[in-house]
């Protein structure tokens, strides 16, 4: 496998290469050793070439006629992406939204674990904690990062407190920010935003119902 | 303004239509009356010439000296989307993420409206209704379609349930899913699925910042 990282690689690549990890990490838990790209591509629902393709960016993987260890190709992709380690999230806004993220049993599952949660609300501040996690005011993030390495920021505030929030995890020094709030955020270039826009998808949703 | 029903849009494209669109609503709010594809294409995170382009597969749009005028291309955009009416939602699994869906604000603002809720929980369905939506027990779902006319399905069920929801979906004809549980789903040809995976986000986050 080599480390592609001159090469500008797509960004539907990247994505296929999770939902390929996806389908890898069930085929193992189903006791399975061996796939074809053919079966691998049909129950991601993109072609075998283009799985070929997207792999082929990154080395030599498979063996011709048999396919693909699952392990070997698993462990390969997870070394890709950057997710062989665990990755320490902070999240910002503990409502409705935020607490279903605090709960979202996939992110444990693929070592994405949230080690603080921030929010204004003094009700909420007095227990402490929320499901385990602690709870603090976003006032005091920076003593909070200077015990434990925080990667990642999820903002899932109020759309009036992003920007501030992100102000704040920008002087933390916290470059990868899944933002929720749908609003459009000012971070210095060398920072990574990845927005989840629901009514975006939407959009995009009723414009292909409307085509089909 | 043409329909552009023939060509084949790159998905891309839709996707940052409805970005445009926010920005354009922002303006609007704020009193302005006409941007330049330069400043539109500034609050949008691009290149000018991809406004330009992006709004080109559609027709003539702006003045060339002057820029577009802000309502016309809202309502231009709206009509390309099919967001020009209301859709109506139904959400099934009202857990933490499904309860934060039902209360975004963004949606109602939007024109999407959720009018019917389903859970099994017989806790939940005692209340009868969740923040005035009312909720229901997924076996009712035909009773409920036969008064409502229900144009998209939102799952935010737990992985265990998504495909049984989707397949009395399926048999209730509403043929867009926006779909949370992060699983592949199973469904005719002619239904369109859109998966939020939040897992599959931060990977493609993940590798950017290995990459930065």
Known sequence: MKKARNIKIPEVT???LSAYLRCLSRMYEEGKKVVSSSTL????????????????????????????????LYTDIKKILGIDRVWNMALFGVGNLGTALL?????LKQNYRVIAA???DPEKLKAGTIGGIPLF??????????????DIAIISTPVSQA????????????????????????VPDNYIVKNVFFTNILDNLVYLLCLS
């Open 14 to 16: 990247i994505q296929r």
């Open 137 to 150: 005011h976003p006032d005091r993030l920076m003593e909070v990062i200077r015990k434990e390495r925080i």
């Open 118 to 120: 921030f929010d204004v």
């Open 41 to 72: 591509a049909k129950n991601c629902g993109v072609k075998p070439a283009q799985v070929r393709k997207d792999l082929a960016y990154f080395g030599k993987f498979g063996i011709r006629g048999v396919g693909y260890y699952i392990e070997d």
């Open 163 to 186: 920007q501030d929030v992100v102000d704040r995890i920008v002087q933390a020094n916290i470059r990868g920010i899944l933002n929720f709030a749908p609003i459009r955020l000012n």
């Open 103 to 107: 709960f979202y049993k996939d992110f």
